[in-house]
């Protein structure tokens, strides 16, 4: 059964860091583009990044660039999303999700999802 | 990177039709077609409903169906059921090789 589980959200002070997991199992995550998607408190969903099947690509949303970082360890089948300097408006339900087509550089969206990390930025 | 702009909610009654729309720009919905959209009930993961425009994913009811003229898309549920009522949300690719998901709208089964 394909399932992802992500961890490591908690409540962080502004300006702080914060490291995600998502730990991915009866597939193999490499073969997949990979997702962060977030929902923010009585807010809609908003896409945070993707990296690509092959790690060769990683983009953002201009909202997190410069500050986010996704990446994977292939050993582990698991994928991460590094989020330094972390703002209030970063509070939200953090998903990581994977995408449709495997081995497929762009996103025709995603099927398979997990249950969501909450991170809490607040002094 | 602006999220594509949905009717804040639709509704209709059990058996009726609902469509809601996705409005964006040359620079996403108008620019391919990796155009896709999510059912999301509150405290559930979103799931897939529709990929590149108008296909379903193997075990989504063919009552939904999408298509796209120009910038804006459109998702159809047929024969509305209690179930369906819920978050959706429209999803792009941009040529600034980002993604971006609508503001959302909410279905409401009458």
């Known amino acids: 059964q394909e399932q992802l589980v992500e961890s490591g959200g908690g409540v962080v002070q502004p300006g702080r860091s914060l490291r995600l997991s998502c730990a991915a199992s009866g597939f193999t995550l490499s073969n997949y583009g990979m997702h962060w998607v977030r929902q923010a408190p009585g807010k809609g969903l908003e896409w945070v990044a993707f990296?690509?099947?092959?790690?060769?690509?990683?983009f953002y949303a201009d909202s997190v660039k410069g500050r986010f970082t996704i990446s994977r360890d292939e050993s582990k089948n698991t994928l991460y999303l590094q989020m330094n300097s972390l703002r209030a408006e970063d509070t939200a339900l953090y998903y990581c999700?994977?995408?449709?087509?495997?081995?497929?550089?762009?996103?025709?969206?995603?099927?398979?999802w997990g249950q969501g990390t909450t991170v809490t930025v607040s002094s | 990177q602006s999220a594509l702009t949905q009717p804040a909610s639709v509704s209709g009654s059990p058996g009726q039709s609902s469509t809601i729309s996705c409005t964006g720009t040359s620079s996403d919905v108008g620019a391919s077609n990796y155009v896709s959209w999510f059912q999301h009930h509150p405290g559930k993961a979103p799931k897939l409903v529709i990929f590149d425009v108008s296909y379903r994913p193997s075990g989504v009811s063919d009552r939904f169906s999408g298509s796209k003229s120009g910038n804006t898309a459109s998702l159809t549920i047929s024969g509305l059921q209690a179930d369906d009522e819920a978050d959706y949300y429209c999803?792009?690719?941009?040529?600034?090789?980002?993604?971006?998901f609508g503001t959302g709208t909410k279905v409401t089964v009458l």
């Open positions: 999700a994977r995408d449709l087509v495997e081995g497929f550089p762009y996103s025709y969206g995603m099927d398979v």
């Open positions: 999803y792009s690719y941009t040529d600034s090789n980002s993604y971006v």
């Open positions: 990296i690509w099947y092959d790690a060769s690509n990683r």
